[in-house]
Every structure is written in structure tokens, then in C-alpha cells.
């Protein structure tokens, strides 16, 4: 019940068990067999969508569908004493069929129904895929498999796997099928080369538990239904019941050391909405380097937890992300659940290394909240020499979020430079030698103004640009006399800049030659 959830018992999971309907909602209900129809709805918030199997009578009548089982595909449930959900639509019932290219299997009869207004169309051959796993690379941390290699094979056509288990991974929103096109587990060394995923209706890459090393170069990835490259650990401590949960990561049963490098990625969360090209839980000391990825419906990274630090994001270009929800970034990063690595300096400990965000070229074209969206206690990362274009604002962090550095970065057009919690003395974050350009004058910074010296963030030699020139009282202040009293030191505020200019900053901070 951490972070910005609502305190108990409003955090307690509920998702919807049915709708009522009425036939301005479904006119071509009743069904004759509801039974195996499939609800798609979004959580209230835009942050997941959540599919359901419906039930045959008498659970589900004219008024009513009720759900057998379903929901379990995101990790936070419906608001406490609000809606349970949002905009949905159903799939998988005869009476439903009316759009060129949609079909429908009916079990009963073992007729399959296809819906097309193509003149002279009388017959065609069908192929049908069963296969939700092709690839399936599985030893243990005792007796792992070494050096598998995958080069120049395209894998597509697996089934759906949105109503197989999932599992919540760790302190995130995110839930997980631990299933994929193609499956690492208990692995050292492990390569996967110039390889083409397409049209896979899961996930397209899955690296569980024990691994080391494992490197997925120069691949193409395209028109996946969940998450690309999902990553997911164990620890221990939370007892048999919860096996592969608790917080001791010492154990290191966890994926450490991926090299995701030159991938070109494109459309996932065809089906489930809660789905990035990167994302990882219960893993550490990982590098996403020199990826291109586009058109996604949340974020193009998501980073679960804090789990041990020492990852690396950087030298990647990432556009269009969260174009079908909300509240999200190109880059979203939780840390709301304690765990105990060596990661940091060799011992025990609950401080993660720091994870380290830089080069990347980040373009928030539809909806990005945050040049990076350090959510719900994230802290210890590291974020610079990259250039962001629009966003709300450039650093985020709230709910005893700390130790973010944003420095050396160009962030254009956006709305605020950064907006943080109160933090404690000597964890304070830092937003200090950036390029700011804000579409308006009232919007460089927001943090607790009463603040002793060593709570308040380092502010310092940031290059502020306006419309006008004119920047607004920060802690009821003017830079002036802010910095007569010791703050902000090195801070200007100056008219906007010409596209030109902007173009040449740009290719500095991500050393690109000159034009």
C-alpha cells in the first residue's frame, strides 16, 4: 500500500466480476452462448488493461455478464469506492461478428466463422498456431546452460497468452506470464543475434530467474502482443507460499549482466496494454544501449524496483511511447519494496547502486508525464547528456523518492524542470548544469521551500529559456534574490533560442558531429 496508493483497506486488489449492460451499451446482446466471450477493459487510470472470460448462464442473463476469471493482468486494481473500470469492448461471440477479417470458433459445433464483404470470396485455406513457447532454454543456477547461441531466425505466429497465469513481480504496477516466444532460464552466456520476432501474440523474449550474461543484439522486433524483452528475478524471505519473493536478493538468483544492444523494436501491447520493449524486475547490473523503439502504449523501459542498481540506459532513441494510457513516461521507474543486494559495494545492503540514464534521445510525442518518470520512491538514479523533448517536467520524484541527479541534459518544451518531495538530510536529488527550455515562464522549479541546506536539492548553472525571457518567483523569490542568498548559483534565464541553435545543443549533448 506504498507510494501514491490509497492506505488500507483501500489498497486491497479488487477488479471488476462482471458488467451490467443494457442494449444502447451491447445491442446485440443477450447472447445465445456467452460462455468464453472475452471482456477487454482498461483499469480506470489508464494504467493497464485487464482481460476477462465470461461465464455461461445462469451467471450471465440479459442484464448482466459475469466474469469466471480474469483481471490478474496488471498488479494495481480498481479504485476504492469508484469506478471499476473503464472504456471496454467484447470479443470471442458469434453475435459480434461484423467487421471484415473477424471470426469466431464455436466449440459446440467445431464451425469456425469468418466475416468478410469481399465479392467472390468462397474459400480459403486456414492456419491455426497452438504454440505459445518456441524456444524454451532451461537449466538451474547449480547446473546452468552455457553458451546457447540463437543467430539469424525468425520466430512468429505464437497463440495468445493473455489469459494464462500471471504473476506480480515485485513492488511495481507491472504483472507478468512468465511465458514467451522464446524462454531463458538458469543460463550463462547466452546469445541471441540478428533475429526477427514477429506477430507473436505473447511475449517475445522472457529471461527468467538465474542468468548471466546474456546478450540480444542487432534483432528486429515487430507487432507483439505483450512485452518485448522482460526480464524477472527471484529472492527469498517471504516463505514458502510466496516462493521467489521476500527481500534477500544475496542469493543472486537473477537475471545480472543482460546486454540489450542495437535493437531496432517496434509495436507491442498489441493485446496487453501494460507492456514495454524493456522491462525489468528483480534484475540489476543491465545494459540497453543503442535501441531504437517506437509505438508502444505505456512506457518504452519500465524499471519495477530499485532491486540492486547498476544498470546502464543509454545511447537509445525512444519516440512514441504512451500513446493509449496514462500517467506514464518513455522511461518509468518504480521503487516502493525494500531488498538487500551486494551490488553497491560488496556488502549487504538495502542502498541499490545507482542506475545510470544518458545519451538517449527521448521524444515524448503523444503523452510523456516526465522526461523521466521516477516514480513512488525511486531514487539513487542517475540522469544526464541526454536530450528530452516535451514533457510536463524534466525531474519527478515523490513519495520519499531520493539521490536523483538530472544534470547536463537539454530538455525542450516543457511545462516544468522538476517538481519533487521533501527529502532527507544529505538524500537530497540534484537539477543542476541542464539546458531548460519551458513553454512558459512559471514552471522551473517545485520542491519544499523550507527545506534546511542540506535537504534542499542542488540547484545550480542551469541555462533557463522562456518565451519572454522573464521566469517567475521560485520559494517566493526572484533568481536574483534567490542567488543573493547563496541559491542557485550560476542560473540564467534568457528569450528562447533559434531552431538552429536548439539543433546544435542537441547534437553536442548526445556527441553528434556539427552539421
Excluded at 494504467?47 to 490478474?72: C, D, Q
Excluded at 467484447?90 to 464483404?117: A, G, K, S
Excluded at 529472492?235 to 534477500?248: F, K, L, R, S
Excluded at 518504480?334 to 545507482?354: C, E, F, I, M, P
Aim: charged share 20%; with cysteine.
Amino acid at each position: 500500500c506504498a507510494g501514491g496508493a490509497p492506505k488500507p483497506p483501500g489498497c486491497i486488489y479488487r477488479v471488476p466480476t462482471g458488467l451490467t449492460y443494457n442494449s444502447s451499451v451491447l445491442p446485440n446482446a443477450p447472447y445465445a452462448r456467452p460462455e468464453g466471450a472475452v471482456v477487454q477493459a482498461w483499469h480506470p487510470g489508464h494504467w493497464a488493461s485487464w482481460m476477462f472470460e465470461v461465464m455461461g448462464a445462469p451467471g450471465s442473463n440479459a442484464t448482466h455478464l459475469m466474469f469466471s476469471r480474469g483481471g490478474f493482468q496488471g498488479a494495481r486494481g480498481s479504485y476504492d469506492g469508484g469506478r471499476a473500470a473503464d472504456s471496454f469492448f467484447i470479443e470471442n461471440v458469434l453475435e459480434e461478428l461484423d467487421f471484415e477479417n473477424e471470426f469466431f470458433f464455436d466449440p459446440d459445433t467445431q464451425l469456425l466463422h469468418y466475416f468478410t464483404e469481399r465479392p467472390g470470396f468462397a474459400r480459403a485455406d486456414v492456419e491455426v498456431t497452438g504454440l505459445k513457447v518456441l524456444v524454451n532454454v532451461t537449466g538451474t543456477m547449480a547446473a546452468p546452460v552455457k553458451g546457447f547461441t540463437l543467430r539469424g531466425v525468425t520466430l512468429r505466429n505464437t497463440a495468445l497468452t493473455y489469459l494464462d497465469p500471471h504473476s506480480m513481480p515485485s513492488g511495481g504496477d507491472w504483472a507478468l506470464g512468465r511465458s514467451a516466444a522464446v524462454v531463458l532460464a538458469g543460463v550463462e552466456d547466452a546469445l541471441i543475434d540478428a533475429c526477427t520476432f514477429h506477430k507473436l501474440d505473447g511475449n517475445a523474449l522472457f529471461i527468467n530467474g538465474y542468468a548471466r550474461r546474456t546478450t540480444v543484439q542487432n534483432s528486429l522486433f515487430d507487432e507483439i502482443g505483450d512485452n518485448i524483452i522482460g526480464q524477472l528475478g527471484n529472492t527469498v524471505g517471504a516463505g514458502a507460499e510466496a516462493w521467489g519473493m521476500g527481500w534477500d536478493g544475496t542469493k543472486g538468483e537473477q537475471p545480472r549482466g543482460t546486454r540489450i544492444i542495437g535493437n531496432l523494436a517496434h509495436r507491442c501491447g498489441l493485446f496487453e496494454k501494460q507492456s514495454s520493449f524493456y522491462f525489468q524486475a528483480k534484475s540489476c547490473q543491465n545494459e540497453i544501449r543503442e535501441n531504437i523503439f517506437y509505438d508502444g502504449p505505456r512506457a518504452a523501459v519500465n524499471f519495477n524496483d530499485g532491486f540492486g542498481g547498476g544498470s546502464r540506459l543509454e545511447n537509445n532513441l525512444l519516440f512514441n511511447s504512451v500513446l493509449e494510457s496514462g500517467d506514464h513516461s518513455a522511461v518509468n521507474t518504480w521503487d516502493r519494496q525494500v531488498y538487500v543486494t551486494d551490488v553497491r559495494n560488496g556488502t549487504a545492503s538495502t542502498v541499490k547502486a545507482d542506475d545510470e540514464i544518458s545519451g538517449n534521445l527521448i521524444i515524448g510525442s503523444l503523452y510523456s508525464q516526465d522526461s523521466i518518470d521516477n516514480d513512488d520512491g525511486s531514487s539513487y538514479y542517475s540522469t544526464h547528456h541526454n536530450v528530452f523533448v516535451y514533457a510536463s517536467q524534466a525531474l519527478k520524484n515523490d513519495y520519499s523518492g531520493h539521490d536523483n541527479l538530472h544534470h547536463a541534459n537539454l530538455d525542450l518544451f516543457l511545462g516544468k524542470g522538476l517538481g519533487i518531495n521533501a527529502q532527507l538530510p544529505g538524500h537530497q536529488d540534484g537539477f543542476f548544469a541542464n539546458r531548460l527550455v519551458l513553454q512558459n515562464s512559471d514552471g522551473y522549479a517545485s520542491y519544499d521551500c523550507k527545506c534546511a541546506e542540506d535537504e534542499c536539492p542542488a540547484l545550480h548553472d542551469n541555462a533557463i529559456f522562456t518565451p519572454n525571457g522573464q521566469m517567475s518567483d521560485v520559494c517566493g523569490q526572484s533568481l536574483a534574490q534567490r542567488q543573493k542568498a547563496g541559491v542557485d548559483l550560476g542560473t540564467t534565464v534568457r528569450s528562447w533560442p533559434s531552431t538552429d541553435t536548439l539543433i546544435s545543443w542537441a547534437r553536442e549533448v548526445l556527441d553528434l558531429p556539427a552539421l
